[in-house]
């Protein structure tokens, strides 16, 4: 395993936040950790919905080749998750309540079309 240095983990964790703010994401309350994950985790993005409360997090150490463009692209991987997060959840539900999933996916259709991300 390699270890993971706090330079490394401070370009995650500007381009988390430049995501954030790009997506418009504010509603969360978000937790950007740098902290031990499993063996094969090198970030990871949990969340509860319910709160609207989320942790996108940097493992200390690594199995994988390391790189900024990597780390940026891993900071993105994983703010998409989190944009994802609502309908991830409720399609997981044994019971969900009509049109949650939908309403889910037009949250993401809309934050897409705000953003102009198709158009640049």
Do not use: P
């Amino acid at each position: 395993m390699i270890a993971v240095t706090k330079k490394e983990f401070k370009v995650f964790e500007i381009e988390v936040r430049r995501m954030i703010d790009f997506l418009g994401l504010h509603v969360w309350d978000l937790d950007i950790k740098f902290e031990k994950l499993g063996n094969e985790e090198y970030a990871e993005a949990r969340w509860h919905i319910d709160g609207m409360e989320a942790t996108i997090a940097l493992s200390t150490k690594t199995n994988r080749k390391k790189s900024k463009k990597y780390d940026i692209e891993t900071a993105q991987h994983e703010v998409f998750h989190l944009l994802l997060a609502k309908c991830h959840s409720y399609a997981m539900r044994r019971v969900i309540l009509d049109d949650q999933v939908t309403n889910a996916i037009h949250e993401v259709i809309q934050i897409l079309i705000n953003r102009d991300v198709f158009n640049k």
